[in-house]
């Protein structure tokens, strides 16, 4: 049995890597692994959630909610916007992005990414037999290359993803740049994810009072600490919204990440300790990274940092073996197109973890 063509040509999508791969690879001890790779909430869960997850578990013999309102609402709420610009994803951020090319997408239309950037875009995309264009995020000035966006755009252009702040770089997209991007055509979907927009404290939600063809894409895995249950949702008009309730499954989200999802957003002292936490944790990461002579970092609006290692004698794949033998499970960034060999990107942990990280990492390095 043969695969569709667009299939068969793929490669899969490279994830971090798990601390069940670690302890059978390298012999390390679980007690002993900490994981910087995946861009994690290390702080747990809101207590609160942990709660109403117990008391729903007896329920779970039961379909989940189709009518997802009450979540609409919070949402809505939490973002400033009305319930009917909310669209709910099962599968994170993930199923967002699909849903936007299942909506959207025909056989052979474009979408540019500026690289480096989130591989799952391309990932999803390229399923449904649209052509990733690449634009740049230009590393040397750490920002965003907008007259490389504006030179791909075409009659084919059908989307362009825009991730602020952007992964794996930290990097913010200015609201100045995202308007230009916008203004050239409003048959074009400006998808803007916001899946870190909270340890930035910058939001483009305004721009979707001036703008149409403006869609943000965010999550519950990373500021809220849901990142098992999945929890994404996107917020755009109410006529794009629309068109993708045409093609939403019905039951994408399970019963325990509803009430998991409407635990947390209500329980904002939580919210607000988590963010201020993770923001801490990433400035002394950064902080001490940049006592490294032989390390180059790129300041971050997220939860984690991005730094060549070039100057090591290492390359990231070499360097990234070595630390996930001490059990620190770090992202080596290769497979990022635009990065190159020497990237390798952290994510916050507690204060203790970061400690015996950067330890561990000095010692490797000399």
Partial sequence: MKARKVIAEMDPYVPGRSQEEIIQEFGVKKEDIIKLGSNENPFGPSKKTIVAVEEEIKNINRYPESDLRVLQEELANYAGVKPSQIIIGGDGADEVIEDLAKTFIDPDDEFIVPMPSYMYYEYLFKQYGAKPVHAKWDLNENKLDVQSILDLINEKTKMIFLCSP?????????????????????????????????????????????????????????????????????????????????????????????????????????????????????????????????????????????????????????????????????????????????????????????????????????
């Fill in 166 to 366: 952007n992964n794996p770089t930290g990097t913010l997209a200015s609201k100045e740049d995202i308007k230009t991007i916008a203004n050239v055509s409003e048959d074009i979907l400006v998808v803007i994810d916001e899946a870190y927009f909270e340890f930035a404290g910058v939001t483009n939600i305004d721009l979707l009072d001036e703008f149409s063809n403006i869609f943000i894409i965010r999550t519950m895995s990373k500021a809220m600490g849901l990142a098992g249950a999945r929890i994404g949702y996107g917020i755009s008009s109410q006529e794009i919204i629309d068109y993708i309730y045409r093609i939403k499954p019905v039951f994408s989200l399970t019963r325990l990440s509803y009430v998991a999802a409407l635990a947390t957003l209500r329980d904002k002292d939580y919210i607000k300790k988590s963010i201020e936490d993770g923001i801490a944790s990433r400035e002394y990461l950064y902080q001490e990274l940049c006592k490294i002579d032989s390390l180059e970092v790129f300041p971050s609006n997220s939860n984690f940092i991005l730094f060549g290692v070039k100057e090591t004698g290492f390359t990231a794949a070499e360097l990234t073996r070595k630390l996930m033998s001490r059990g620190m499970i770090v992202r080596d960034c290769t497979s990022f197109k635009g990065v190159g060999e020497y990237g390798i990107r952290i994510s916050i942990c507690t204060q203790e973890d970061n400690e015996r990280f950067i330890s561990i990492l000095k010692e490797v390095i000399s």
